[in-house]
């Protein structure tokens, strides 16, 4: 019989299984086809709650280290953000390995569609960094499992403007508890990263008068962001030395960490990123020492989960996810106030809640029943 004791010790040597087990993963599918050059990776982090939907971020990793890394940090936050947002989904994520400007192609998109449909349901994909509706279209040429469609298919489009929402009001909610308002006029705001989310983050500050710096590492967009909104371009590399009330990262994660929250005279941090914290309780704990409300990621960014779900739910309605995402502000508050009272981090009142609905559920014992 191989007892759990066993299979550790017989993988204690190998760095992806110890870190699945760590992190409590399920399943992590590695994913190989020569043909069309497809290197990727899913992970199934947790199935209690629904299965694990999680989008797809093609990205240039320098090594397949730092993919795993990110495949299997990226899938666990999904599992906390459909948690915490009351949806009947688990947790997944994949990642393929490539320039999206450069290496995406119809046939690798159809490949990977059909390593998809080989888990046969379990996981659910839709978009990340890196891909778009379309590419949607031609994953789904080869599965059903996957959302986030585009709309003249009978799908819900580029969810990325329900995460804007979602992120609006969590850093309204923010506001509210650092200052007492919620209003964002007159505040200096950081979006780094002028994509499909920052954009659209960036028109709702612009309506509500703050003042929006932005930063991209891509000079194109930097331009069409400024050109479209009128918001001013920084640096992308030395942005922390300037000064601004409230940094929104909404490119990659990570970019909270030692150097950058020793830098940073922000009073919040809350974006749309997955991950934004490097190492997540360290930092957590740092950014109270220096009196800077976070934000958690997973709470704040949902809407898009919450948009693709009512997609797979059938009947889908913008309107209504949009409602369903403005609920983001009320749990904000509710986070941000017992970390306050409770002398805990953001994060970690966060993932209480979440893991307190996935035991509450898991502990009911009866199977999955497929209504969502
Ligand atoms: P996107 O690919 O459209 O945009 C990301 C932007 O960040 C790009 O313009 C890229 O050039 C820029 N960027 C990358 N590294 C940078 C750096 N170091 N400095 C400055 N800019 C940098 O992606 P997106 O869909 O807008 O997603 C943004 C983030 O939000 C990602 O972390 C994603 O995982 C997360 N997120 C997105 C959604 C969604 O609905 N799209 C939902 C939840 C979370």
Same mark, same amino acid.
């Given at each position: ?74 899938? #666990?936050?999904?599992?906390? /953000?459909?948690?915490? @947002? ?24 159809? #490949? ?204 889908? /309605? #913008? ?19 017992? @970390? ?33």
């Amino acid at each position: 019989m191989i007892t759990e004791e066993i299979v550790k010790t017989e993988t204690s040597n190998n760095p992806v299984l110890r870190t699945m087990f760590e992190m409590g993963h399920e399943e992590v599918l590695f994913c190989n086809d020569k043909a069309t050059g497809l290197k990727a990776i899913i992970a199934v982090h947790n199935t209690t709650l629904g299965p694990a939907l999680g989008g797809t971020r093609m990205w240039p990793y320098k090594n397949e280290a730092e993919a795993i890394e990110d495949v299997l940090r990226l899938s #666990r936050g999904m599992t906390y /953000k459909a948690a915490i @947002s009351g949806l009947n989904l688990g947790g997944g994520k994949a990642v393929i390995i490539g320039d999206a400007r450069k290496d995406k192609t119809e046939a690798l998109l159809r #490949r990977f569609g059909k390593f998809v449909d080989d888990l046969g349901g379990k996981y659910i994909t839709a978009e990340d960094v890196g891909m778009t509706s379309k590419d949607m279209e031609y994953i789904h040429m080869h599965t059903n499992h996957v959302s986030g469609l585009p709309e003249h298919i009978g799908g819900s489009g580029n969810p990325s403007p329900v995460t804007a929402y979602g992120v609006y009001m969590g850093m309204k909610a923010s506001a509210k508890h650092v200052y007492g308002h919620d209003s964002l006029e007159g505040k200096t705001i950081l979006v780094q990263g002028c994509g499909s989310v920052g954009q659209n983050l960036i028109g709702y500050l612009v309506k509500e008068n703050a003042k929006v710096l932005v930063t991209d590492i891509y000079e194109d967009k930097l331009k069409e962001t400024v050109d479209q909104f009128g918001v001013e371009a920084v640096d992308p590399h030395n942005f922390f030395d300037l000064n601004f009330d409230i940094y929104a990262p909404c490119a990659l994660g990570g970019t909270v960490n030692d150097a950058s929250i020793a830098k940073m005279t922000c009073k919040i941090v809350a974006g749309a990123a997955n991950n934004q914290l490097k190492i997540e309780d360290v930092h957590a704990k740092a950014l109270i020492e220096k009196g800077i409300v976070y934000a958690p990621d997973f709470l704040i960014n949902a809407g898009g989960l919450i948009n693709v779900y009512s997609e797979i739910m059938g009947n889908y /309605k #913008r309107e209504v996810a949009m409602q369903k995402t403005e609920h983001i502000y009320d749990v904000t508050i509710e986070i941000l106030k017992k @970390s306050a009272s409770e002398n805990m981090t953001t994060l970690q009142a966060a993932k209480n809640l979440a893991e307190k609905r996935i035991s509450d559920i898991g502990n009911l014992n009866i199977p999955f029943s497929g209504r969502r």
